[in-house]
């Protein structure tokens, strides 16, 4: 008989599925592993079409009541789901970190703070929109942002819960429903927020969870006709089948990619804070799609910036990432662990130097990728234009700034960039030439959820974030009333 919960560090999570404000199972399941030690964690509801479809119609069948609740009542009951991620941060810390493998002290202090921050924001940005009147002759211009519909959100296992309640929260918000379907590799954290939407008085069909895999409840879900709008963060080829799928019926969708994205230093930085920020893109084991993983180093300062960041690199403490005094945890999966290994060993057969690392830590197993440096790289190698996702970093030299940005736009990619200049006015040169959604200047990952999120080419499509977020997730309707 299948056991229908997970239980991390004496906390019970149920791995089935979340529909229409029931728990269902599944005929069959998947097994859930902490990427820590390889434990196995629990059976996860393994979702298909039929799953797929009892959430839309739950979503479907929610979404009337639900889009004519007032939005101070939305706006009410998200805040207090942020209350209950608040009340349950230390658990949600502690399954987050066991199923994904980022470091606890993040989660505890950063990113479980952020996800009930995800909830308030829009909570509070309900309150100013709609209305834009304005006059036509006498006619008025009411302009409303009326809820859409059922939606699909999509997330992968980088930043689990923090990047779903990015989508679920604005959506929620402006009078939506959701199926939510969080990634394979990390499914707990998503159940655990199924309840907590559940205790708030979330109404049931407002929110829904779908366990599963990607090519199974995700492709149903995508393709499924009652859906009104798809979100979608992960890699640019899932995006693309998600396109297509889409495109039969039209549903709007918003992307949120990969990316390959420089760090700029040039002679003119304070060194401390270029090696820094450098450094800092070790984070998560290199699984952060913002990552600035190839450093483009002006020529005259590269040998003492190389030389200063490899000490510091170096003195990273790589393990257990319940451990508060780890830096770098484990990557997700074997699977992921062989992909990294692959593209390192490809690029130095193709005549790159390992300035660190170079392979996985086996004191600590398999699955904990050692901080690694390339250098003698190649512009149009597979190593500078592909995103490795792992904590994998690249090193080339420039002499100008021409040079800088010309390496710095040259991949398919366009998610972020980062400057380290002592020179604002170069600062500002540089930032307008580069192809990003977000430049940082001296800084890193400082991220205000009214801001735009997003990339340019192919790490992504469209913006959320702040007013952008209720633009996609609304139909925008203007009504024209004569005098
Ligand atoms: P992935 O594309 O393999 O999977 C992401 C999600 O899509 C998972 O939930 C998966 O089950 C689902 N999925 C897979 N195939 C599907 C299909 N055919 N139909 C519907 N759903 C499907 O990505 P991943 O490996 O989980 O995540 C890593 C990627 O995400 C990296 O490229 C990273 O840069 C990107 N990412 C981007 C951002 C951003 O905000 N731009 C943030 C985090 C991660």
Redesign the pocket.
């Known amino acids: 008989m299948t056991r229908h919960t997970a239980t991390v560090a004496g906390i019970v999570v149920d791995t089935r599925h979340w529909i229409g404000g029931a728990r269902v199972a599944s005929a069959t399941t998947f097994t859930d592993e902490s990427p820590i030690d390889g434990a196995v964690l629990g059976e996860i509801a393994r979702g298909g079409q039929a799953e797929a479809d009892a959430a839309v119609a739950a979503a479907q069948a929610a979404f009337p009541a639900w889009a004519a609740t007032p939005p101070a009542e939305r706006a009410r009951l998200l805040r207090v789901i942020a209350d209950g991620v608040d009340k349950r941060r230390e658990d949600l810390a502690l399954v987050e970190t066991t199923d994904n493998g980022a470091l606890l002290r993040s989660h505890r202090r950063g990113v479980m703070p952020r996800v009930a921050h995800n909830f308030r924001f829009f909570a509070d940005r309900l309150d100013g929109l709609g209305h834009e009147d304005f006059d036509t002759r006498g006619h008025t211009n009411h302009v409303s942002w009326d809820p859409a519909g059922p939606c699909v959100l999509?997330?992968?296992?980088?930043?689990p819960l923090m990047?779903a309640t990015w989508k679920v929260a604005p959506a929620l918000a402006a009078g939506n429903t959701v199926v939510l379907?969080?990634?394979?590799?990390s499914p707990l954290t998503a159940s655990l927020l199924a309840d907590i939407a559940a205790e708030a008085g979330l109404p049931a069909g407002v929110l829904n969870v779908v366990q599963g895999?990607?090519?199974e409840a995700?492709?149903a879900?995508?393709a499924h006709p009652g859906v009104r709008r798809i979100s979608?963060?992960?890699?640019?080829?899932?995006a693309k089948?998600?396109a297509r799928?889409a495109a039969a019926g039209l549903v709007p969708t918003s992307f949120?990619?990969?990316?390959k994205s420089p760090l700029l230093v040039f002679a003119d930085a304070d060194l401390d804070v270029a090696v820094d920020l450098a450094v800092e893109q070790y984070d998560n084991a290199g699984q952060v799609?913002?990552a600035a993983t190839r450093l483009l180093v002006e020529s005259s300062i590269s040998e003492e910036f190389t030389r200063r960041f490899v000490a510091r690199a170096a003195a990273l403490r790589q393990g257990d990432p319940r451990d508060e005094a780890t830096d770098i945890g484990p990557n997700i999966h074997a699977r992921q662990v062989e992909k990294i290994d692959g593209f390192v060993r490809r690029a130095v057969a193709a005549g790159a130097r390992t300035l660190l690392g170079g392979g996985p830590n086996t004191d600590l197993g398999g699955l904990y990728y050692r901080p690694t440096l390339l250098t003698d790289v190649a512009q149009d190698s597979e190593i500078v234009q592909e995103?490795v996702?792992g904590p994998v970093l690249t090193l080339q030299t420039f002499d100008t700034e021409d040079e800088a940005v010309r390496l710095a736009n040259d991949t398919r990619f366009g998610?972020a960039a980062t400057l380290a200049t002592g020179d604002r006015d170069r600062a500002e040169r540089v930032a307008a030439r580069l192809v990003a959604g977000t430049v940082w200047v001296n800084c890193f990952f400082v991220r205000d959820l009214r801001a735009p999120?997003g990339?340019s080419r192919e790490?992504?499509v469209g913006r959320e974030g702040g007013t952008w977020s209720f633009d996609f997730y609304c139909d925008l309707k203007n009504t024209v009333t004569a005098p």
């Open positions: 999509i997330t992968p296992w980088n930043a990047l379907k969080p990634a394979e590799w895999y990607g090519a995700g492709a879900l995508v979608f963060t992960g890699s640019v080829p899932t089948r998600i799928a949120e990619l990969g990316g799609c913002l995103e996702f998610l999120f990339g790490s992504g």
